[in-house]
């Protein structure tokens, strides 16, 4: 193999002409095969066009998914995008609402303070941002995901995200 996962663009110059390797080096990776003799036009055009579909594909990225059941309705989260869909309706979330929810996701089962979720979501010690403001979020966040029982609060301690097991 060429590369174990996706890369930049690969032309495999080569002297050999016959299909057998022409396909050898293809079915390694190779985006394009060129055998000699070739002109230097066209291989620069071969590889400029190469690279804006490469940069095409590079721009729309990754996505990043994690999915989980609440109350009976799949939740996909788009990490890359910052989309959240319940069921195949996205839900509109603020910047804060997301990555808190992110913050959850990425603990699920897991008791997280508020002084926890303070500095993870909003990078703030006690004092600087209140304790009311995580209540807030989750309050609005528990609305917006119609799930109020997907986030327990544990009086006391903090919260816990808890999807359908």
Same mark, same amino acid.
């Given at each position: 193999?060429?590369?174990? +996962?996706?890369? &930049?663009?690969?032309?495999?110059?080569? *002297? #050999?002409?016959?299909?057998?390797?022409?396909?050898? *080096?293809?079915?390694?990776?190779?985006?394009?095969?060129?055998?000699? &003799?070739?002109?230097?036009?066209?291989?620069?055009?071969?590889?400029?066009?190469?690279?804006?579909?490469?940069? *095409? #594909?590079?721009?729309?990225?990754?996505?990043?998914?994690?999915?989980?059941?609440? *109350? =009976? #309705?799949?939740?996909?989260?788009?990490?890359?995008?910052?989309?959240?869909?319940?069921?195949?309706?996205? +839900?509109?979330?603020? &910047?804060?609402?997301?990555?808190?929810?992110?913050?959850?996701?990425?603990?699920?089962?897991? +008791?997280?303070?508020?002084?926890?979720?303070? #500095?993870?979501?909003?990078?703030?010690?006690?004092?600087?941002?209140?304790?009311?403001? +995580?209540?807030?979020?989750?309050?609005?966040?528990?609305?917006?995901? =119609?799930? =109020?029982?997907?986030?327990?609060?544990?009086?006391?301690?903090?919260?816990?995200?808890?999807?359908?097991?």
């Amino acid at each position: 193999r060429l590369r174990a +996962v996706d890369g &930049p663009p690969v032309i495999l110059l080569s *002297g #050999r002409g016959e299909e057998a390797d022409r396909v050898l *080096g293809l079915e390694m990776g190779a985006d394009d095969y060129v055998t000699k &003799p070739f002109s230097g036009r066209e291989l620069a055009v071969r590889a400029r066009n190469m690279i804006r579909r490469h940069a *095409g #594909r590079v721009s729309a990225g990754p996505h990043h998914h994690r999915t989980f059941t609440i *109350g =009976g #309705r799949e939740m996909t989260i788009d990490i890359t995008a910052r989309r959240v869909h319940i069921d195949g309706e996205e +839900v509109s979330l603020t &910047p804060k609402e997301f990555d808190l929810l992110d913050c959850f996701t990425r603990n699920a089962r897991q +008791v997280l303070t508020k002084p926890q979720l303070l #500095r993870a979501v909003w990078q703030a010690e006690v004092g600087w941002v209140g304790e009311a403001t +995580v209540t807030e979020h989750v309050r609005r966040l528990r609305r917006k995901l =119609g799930c =109020g029982e997907c986030i327990d609060t544990l009086w006391g301690v903090g919260y816990r995200f808890d999807p359908d097991t």
